[in-house]
C-alpha cells in the first residue's frame, strides 16, 4: 500500500515532442504528489508537485494531470528538449497514521531526448 | 543560492568498519533527512530528523544506523557496522517547512561502496 509505481522505466522522445510519465498509488491517504528532476551525479530537485484538489498543475512546459478517482498521476513535458534529458521520480506522501515528512518515491524513469 | 553540501562524495570501506557520511544541510532550514539509492532502484526514505530528534525512520534505518546533529550546521549519519548491501548513494536533504509546504533540497549524494 506504500508503493508508488511508475512506468515506463525509460523513454526516448524527439525534440520537440511529449514526453509522458505515469505513477500510480493505493494508500488513499497520499494527498500530496510531488516530482522530482535527477541529473547524472546530482541530487533529486522537485520540478513540479499537486495535491488532490485540482486535477491538473501546470508550470511552464511542465504539466501534472491527476485523477484521484483512478489513484493516477502523469507528468507531461511539452515541447521536450535536450535539456530535460534526466531520471525523473514521481513521490507522494500523506498522513498515514499521523503527519509525516517521509517521500515515497516511485522507481524512476530515464527519459532521453534525442535532438 | 544555497544548498545541500555532502562529504566524502565518494566513501569505500569494509565490510564490519564504521562509517560517518558529513552534511550540511541549508542554514535556515529545519527539517533534515537521510534518503539512499542503490544503483538503478528508486529513492528510499531512511530518516527525518526535527528538532533535534528523529521524527520518523523506515524499516531499514535499524540499530546499525544513527544520526547526530552535533553542532549548528552539521548533520551526519553513522553505520556502525557496515553490510554490503549498505552499498548504495546517501543522499542528505533539508527542507524550511514540512514536505507539504516547502520542498526538499538534496545535496549531490555519497556512494559508499562496503568490499
Known amino acids: 500500500q506504500q508503493q508508488v509505481k511508475q512506468s515506463p522505466q525509460s523513454l526516448i522522445v524527439q525534440k520537440g515532442g511529449i514526453s509522458i510519465i505515469n505513477c500510480a498509488y493505493e494508500?488513499?491517504?497520499?494527498?500530496?504528489f510531488p516530482w522530482y528532476q535527477q541529473f547524472p551525479g546530482k541530487g533529486p530537485a522537485l520540478l513540479i508537485a499537486i495535491r488532490p484538489d485540482v486535477s491538473e498543475k501546470k508550470e511552464g512546459r511542465f504539466t501534472i494531470s491527476f485523477n484521484k478517482s483512478a489513484k493516477q498521476f502523469s507528468l507531461h513535458i511539452m515541447d521536450s528538449q535536450p535539456g530535460d534529458s534526466a531520471t525523473y521520480f514521481c513521490?507522494?506522501?500523506?498522513?498515514?497514521?499521523?503527519?509525516?515528512?517521509?517521500?515515497?518515491f516511485g522507481t524512476g524513469t530515464l527519459l532521453a531526448v534525442q535532438p | 543560492e544555497p544548498e545541500v553540501t555532502q562529504t566524502p562524495s565518494h566513501q569505500v570501506t569494509q565490510m564490519g568498519q564504521e562509517v560517518i557520511l558529513r552534511c550540511v544541510p541549508i542554514s535556515n532550514h529545519l527539517y533534515f533527512y537521510w534518503y539512499r539509492q542503490i544503483l538503478g532502484q528508486k529513492v528510499e526514505f531512511l530518516v527525518s530528523?526535527?528538532?533535534?530528534?528523529?521524527?520518523?525512520k523506515s524499516e531499514i534505518f535499524d540499530d546499525q544506523f544513527s544520526v547526530e546533529r552535533p553542532d549548528g550546521s552539521n548533520f551526519t549519519l553513522k553505520i556502525r557496522s557496515t553490510k554490503l548491501e549498505d552499498s548504495a548513494m546517501y543522499f542528505c536533504?533539508?527542507?524550511?517547512?514540512?514536505?507539504?509546504?516547502?520542498?526538499?533540497?538534496f545535496g549531490n549524494g555519497t556512494r559508499l561502496t562496503v568490499t
Open positions: 536533504a533539508s527542507s524550511g517547512r514540512t514536505v507539504y509546504n516547502s520542498p526538499l533540497h
Open positions: 530528523f526535527y528538532n533535534n530528534e528523529i521524527s520518523e
Open positions: 494508500n488513499t491517504a497520499f494527498d500530496y
Open positions: 513521490a507522494a506522501t500523506g498522513t498515514v497514521g499521523g503527519a509525516t515528512n517521509k517521500l515515497i
